[in-house]
Structure formats: structure tokens, C-alpha cells
């Protein structure tokens, strides 16, 4: 009998009405035979509404402290889903049960707010399983070695869902989304944009890093790591649709590069609004100066993108990289007050109104002249790049942030994705 893992994000569970399709839809794969696991995220907007209660009594972030009630706080909205569905289930004549990440156990570190799985204890879940129970686990959160409610961070119920599916070694993954797949960019910058049927895990992971908010990237990044069929549909088809044409909808993320995917240069354009530019102004150019810099924002947990460091001259250089425009404030505030005494450095500015744009692809390993007619395209839209990132498939730029919606576009159009590929 085949396992299956379920994810159902917050727009799917937005209304008991729309759980109680969740729960049809889940029942129908159940009756066809199949074991099945539900990983549910909160109910729509409820994660922001219960952190904007939290915001309203305490403005400023307290340190660890309140980042750990923070994490109880938002943890309780998958709880309340959770429960919700398994009644749904219930009331279709299933055996059901919920499980919050810390009774399974989800074992995470202690970086609250944006804890990472390392490891999960299987044994209560094949349990019910063996009775014929449906399980409904927690997405978006774990357990500490100090028993603190940990949360994986924004999308973390995806990462959720796919580590369960690893745990469990499940036939396949399906995150079911209000999407119905994975696109070659954003139809609602480029209306003209088409599903992927297909698309390589290395792509999806360079789509998810750079932008795509699809999915989560971590879960990408899980799934590969251990080979976990994954495949991306909408929860808003027909709950009762035929269940063969279910299992085959939507867009399969793949291990195989066939010769189909081959065929495309670039299979799609990714971008990002949240990126925000920090540059550390007359560096004293000598060895150690990066380490100095980003060593300090690591330690701060901040995760860094994209770097450049300018030619030297007279002993001294710029030094620019990319943050998440959230932690934009707090890397300023750490490089003023702690890195720039100890650098010698000149001056620490910020921009935030810039945005990233990037091409993906695996065909672009045996293509020459790609990034070239990238940087041709976005130079015919009189559009400057700021910074420059490359990968085996992919390249990425930093732009003006009022530029991005050209940007994309128009690569769209130059890398013909617009066209229904044969």
C-alpha cells in the first residue's frame, strides 16, 4: 500500500468550507487504498494576525526571549487547522488523528523563528498508519533539545511536509497550492507565461532561491537531498476529480533531465522584491576584510546573497551584498556599531528599492551566449545592473526595484516563453 504525504497551504484551509473539501479530497485518496499524511498550514492570514496581536504589546523585538513566545504564539495556528481537518475527516466516517509537531517528534535547534529539522521519530505515526488511520501532522514547526516549540520560518510548513515525507520514504509529495503548478515566471507580471509540466530539482531550487515564492526553498533543498518525488497542484480543482488525472496535474518536480527538458535554454525567469543592497564603503583591502564583514552578520543570523567587491584602489574597496529587506535595519545597525570601528572602513549605506531578476535553466550548461543575451535584453530596456551572480543554470542581477516588471518581460519574451513548447 503506497504512502502519501498531503500539503495544503493556507488558502486551501482558509474557511471550514474549504476544509471540508480538504477533507473529501483526502478522503477519496484514502478509500482508493492509499496510507495517507496531511501536513496543514494555519488558516489564511492567521499567522499574521496572531503576530500582529503580539506586535501591538510589544513593538520591539526583546531578544531570545520573545522570539521563543513568539514561536508558541505562531505555532498554534497549524494546531488549530489540524484539528479542524482531522473533525472533517472524522465527520466523513475516517479514522483520524492530529498531532502537533513536538508530540510526533519533529526535532529542530533552537534558532527560533527559523528552526531547521534534524530529525523526525516516525514510530507513533506508522502506528496509526498500520490501523488505518489518516495523520494529520503540524506544518511550520518542531521541538528543541530543550523541549521549546521551535518554528521553521514564513512557507516552513512545505519543509514540514516534505521531511515527513523523507521520514516516511512516501511514494510522492503533492503540496497542493492555489496555483495549479510551477510557471515560467509570474502570470500576474506576464499574463502570456505557461505551467511547466516538468522541471528539474536543480531548477526549482535555483527558482525557489531566487524568488519564486511557489515553494519554500528548504523543502526544495529536502526533496533532493533525499529524493523525494514532488509535485505541485491546486487545491481547488473538483475535490472529486478523477483521481489518475489528479496524480498526473499540476507540475512534476523531477530527478531526470530528459531529452524534453533539454530542449529548453532557460526554462524560467525568477525574481524578488524582498532584497535589500548593504554596501561597506573604503575597506582597507587585505585578507580577512570578508570574513570580518560576514562573519559578523552570520553570527547575527542573517542570511546574506549576493556579494561584489569592487577593484582596490589605493588600498581600499567597496564591499556590497544582498539581505532579505526585513533584516535591511538590523545589518546596518550591527555593521555601524560593531563592524565599521573595527574595519577602518568609511561609511556603511543601504538601498532597499532594488529587486533581483534571474534566468534559470539546465540548458544553459550547453548553451554559450546566454547571460550575454540577458544582459543584451535588460540594456535595450535602458535597465542598469547593479550587481551579477551566476551558477551552471542560472544568472541573476540586481536592479532598480521600478524596473523589475520590464525586466520580466521582456526576458520572457527574448527566451521565447511564451511559446507552447512541443
Request: net charge negative; proline share 2%.
Amino acid at each position: 500500500m503506497s504512502l502519501i504525504v498531503h500539503k495544503y497551504g493556507g488558502t486551501s484551509m482558509g474557511s471550514t468550507e474549504r476544509i471540508k473539501n480538504v477533507a473529501k479530497r483526502v478522503a477519496k485518496w484514502s478509500r482508493a487504498g492509499y496510507q495517507m499524511v496531511v501536513v496543514p498550514s494555519a488558516m489564511s492570514g492567521e499567522t499574521n494576525r496572531l503576530l500582529g496581536l503580539a506586535k501591538e504589546l510589544s513593538p520591539a523585538s526583546q531578544g531570545q526571549g520573545t522570539l521563543r513566545e513568539l514561536d508558541m504564539l505562531a505555532s498554534t495556528g497549524e494546531q488549530v487547522s489540524s484539528a479542524l481537518l482531522a473533525i472533517a475527516l472524522q465527520a466523513e466516517g475516517l479514522e483520524a488523528v492530529s498531532y502537533a509537531g513536538w508530540q510526533v517528534a519533529i526535532k529542530t535547534n533552537s534558532a527560533f523563528t527559523k528552526a531547521r529539522i534534524e530529525s523526525i521519530d516516525d514510530a507513533r505515526v506508522r502506528a496509526d498508519l498500520a490501523q488505518g488511520k489518516v495523520v494529520i501532522i503540524t506544518g511550520f514547526q518542531g521541538v528543541d533539545e530543550q523541549n521549546n516549540i521551535t518554528t521553521l520560518g514564513r512557507g516552513g510548513s512545505d519543509t514540514s511536509a516534505v521531511a515527513v515525507a523523507a521520514a516516511l520514504k512516501a511514494s510522492e509529495c503533492l503540496i497542493y497550492t492555489d496555483v495549479d503548478g510551477v510557471y515560467t515566471t509570474d502570470p500576474r507580471v506576464v499574463p502570456e507565461a505557461k505551467r511547466l509540466h516538468t522541471v528539474s530539482f536543480e531548477e526549482m531550487l535555483e527558482m525557489a532561491s531566487m524568488g519564486s515564492k511557489v515553494l519554500q526553498i528548504r523543502s526544495v533543498e529536502f526533496a533532493g537531498k533525499y529524493k523525494v518525488p514532488l509535485r505541485v497542484l491546486s487545491s481547488f480543482t473538483p475535490w472529486d476529480i478523477d483521481l489518475t488525472e489528479e496524480a498526473s496535474s499540476g507540475t512534476l518536480i523531477s530527478f531526470e533531465e530528459d531529452e524534453k527538458m533539454e530542449q529548453a535554454i532557460v526554462s524560467g525567469i525568477a525574481f524578488n522584491r524582498d532584497e535589500a543592497k548593504i554596501s561597506v564603503l573604503g575597506v582597507p583591502d587585505k585578507p580577512g576584510i570578508a570574513f570580518q564583514i560576514l562573519g559578523a552578520v552570520a553570527n547575527a543570523n542573517i542570511e546574506v546573497d549576493m556579494i561584489i567587491q569592487n577593484v582596490s584602489k589605493d588600498g581600499k574597496t567597496d564591499f556590497s551584498f544582498t539581505v532579505n529587506r526585513g533584516e535591511h535595519a538590523k545589518t546596518i545597525e550591527l555593521l555601524k556599531s560593531k563592524v565599521l570601528p573595527e574595519l577602518g572602513a568609511s561609511e556603511v549605506v543601504g538601498d532597499t528599492k532594488i529587486c533581483k531578476v534571474s534566468i534559470v535553466g539546465i540548458g544553459m550548461r550547453s548553451h554559450v551566449g546566454v547571460a550575454s543575451k540577458m544582459f543584451k535584453t535588460l540594456s535595450d530596456e535602458g535597465i542598469n545592473i547593479q550587481m551579477i551572480s551566476t551558477s551552471e543554470i542560472k544568472t541573476s542581477v540586481v536592479i532598480d526595484e521600478k524596473y523589475m516588471e520590464l525586466a520580466v518581460r521582456a526576458l520572457h519574451k527574448t527566451f521565447d516563453l511564451d511559446q507552447d513548447k512541443a
